[in-house]
């Protein structure tokens, strides 16, 4: 763990990471400290600030450039020069060479490379954090990419992630740092980030994603070739597409971006509302448009290794909130946030209204472009502190899936409206949800295992009647129990101030003499306060 700080100390150095601190921004202390830091005698370089940034998340491995992955899609929150170097991490990563990865295909598929493919390129097609993926042709004539998970790669991330804890650690000592749930949170990291090293597991999401929709206009899903995937390689059919970020090639392609940025938005909510299984990596490097029908354009997606559900009540709160918020409808919101447990079931509404509203109401009905986001969030972030509102774990990856959207809705067509794109599609959701259509597909869902209980429903009954008369029963004798017990208590006690009147009165009869010479020789207040003590004692 200390070579690994070490490590991640040293390429912050080596790449000046420093220098991209805006030092007139903090405080006084640490305006001072940087001035005097030592980092200051070593030189910057010849490469620009974005490249050094760029270079030193490459070293530092998979989980960092992960992060920058990230970053790169919000153009509006990094300046230009350090965005367009983070876009080259979505698919340009340093790759490991050609001979290794035939190497590795051989390996996992157990036979000779020429076996399995006509044709295989030694040269990388892309090359990113977890996986590089390789141009072939099967002996069919159809072609393929195959995806090869990076040698040595589960040490690293392993190391990475148990700083990680380490860091979630400290920071739940903080008091007020608790409701952010670090532990929980790394830990849903983990899970989501560990699940990209298995190609079974992306492969089997890339089949349930091309499921979900088959014959859609909206989205293509390239189909997985089953006979040559494994754990650590995957084979799959290549897609011919645009990449979104390329602004240039699509506007050159007459790509209607206004009508490519309100379909995203409605794959991101048909993913999450109507399949409950969504797409939750959806960076740049992971998407594509198809030319072929430039007025009615087509997303493709590929990578599926981090995908995303939700339970039944979360998807109706989430739906529920959603709608409440581009209602303008606060106090429904801050009620939807207490009966969820989201908030302290002591939190008012109207004060948690109001809190809301003061964050939120500047931004609903405006366009992506007059929206800062930076702001709302920091006002968010200090509404959850202010009312203690914790963390929800099972949503941080939809949170980073939506700001991934957003950051492609920017890019595409900033003018788009994102609240009257998504709140017919959810007002559709909702009415189908709690309407007669979705009682009726409830019903027929749940209809074999009710037509199984059905014939056992008396015997149930009856059963049930039984384990209630038996529980009465034992009820009944508990409480004859404790009656018994507290008559037997009563009369022990009774007893015990018998035996104590009668063991004062053999004391009083035994010392009578000195007693009443005693008596005779104190004045009357002195005799009643005896008498008082005395009467207690028998009374006690």
Known sequence: MSLRLFRIAWVIARFRLDTLIPAERLPGILRVSMKLS?????????????????????????????????????????????????????????????????????????????????????????????????????????????????????????KDIGLLYTFARLLKRVPEAKRLRPVEVVADYEATLFDELDLHKEAANTSQLKRNFRDSPLLYVP????????????????????????????????????????????????????????????????????????????????????????????????????????????????????????????????EFAAAIRAVCEPILEKPLKDISFGQVLLGLFQTARRFNMEVQPQLVLLQKTLLNIEGLGRQLYPDLDLWSTAKPYLEQWMKERAGPRGFWDALTKHAPELSRQLPELPVLAHQALARSEDSHRQQRQQTEALNALRRRLRGAGTRARRLRFGALLIAVALAWQPLWEWAHSQPWPVLVAAALGLLLIAWR
């Open 38 to 158: 030592p980092l200051r005698l070593l030189p910057t370089g010849p490469h620009t600030r974005g490249k050094r940034l760029r270079l030193a998340l490459e070293a530092l491995g998979p989980i960092f450039v992960k992060f920058g992955q990230m970053l790169s899609t919000r153009r509006d929150l990094l300046p230009p020069d350090i965005a367009d170097e983070l876009k080259r991490l979505q698919d340009q990563v340093p790759p490991f060479p050609g001979e290794q990865a035939r190497a590795l295909v051989e390996e996992e598929l157990g036979m000779d490379i020429d076996a399995a493919f006509a044709e295989f390129t030694h040269e990388p097609l892309a090359s990113a954090s977890i996986a590089q993926v390789h141009c072939a042709r099967l002996h069919s004539g159809e072609d393929v990419v195959v995806k090869i998970i990076r040698p040595n790669i589960d040490g690293v991330m392993r």
């Open 223 to 350: 189909a997985i070739h089953w006979s040559l995937t494994r754990k650590q390689v995957m084979v799959q059919e290549r897609i011919h597409g645009i990449p979104v970020a390329d602004m240039d090639a699509l506007q050159a392609a007459g790509i209607d971006l206004r009508r490519l940025a309100e379909r995203g938005v409605e794959i991101f909510f048909t993913q999450v509302f109507r399949d409950n299984f969504f797409h939750a990596d959806m960076h740049p490097g992971n998407i594509f448009v198809s030319a072929d029908n430039p007025h009615d354009p087509q997303y493709i997606a590929i990578d599926c290794g981090i995908v995303g559900s939700l339970t039944r009540e979360d998807q109706d709160y989430l739906a529920r909130n959603l709608l409440a918020f581009f209602r303008q409808d606060y106090y429904e919101v801050a009620v939807l946030h207490i009966e969820s447990g989201w908030v302290g079931e002591d939190t008012r509404a109207n």
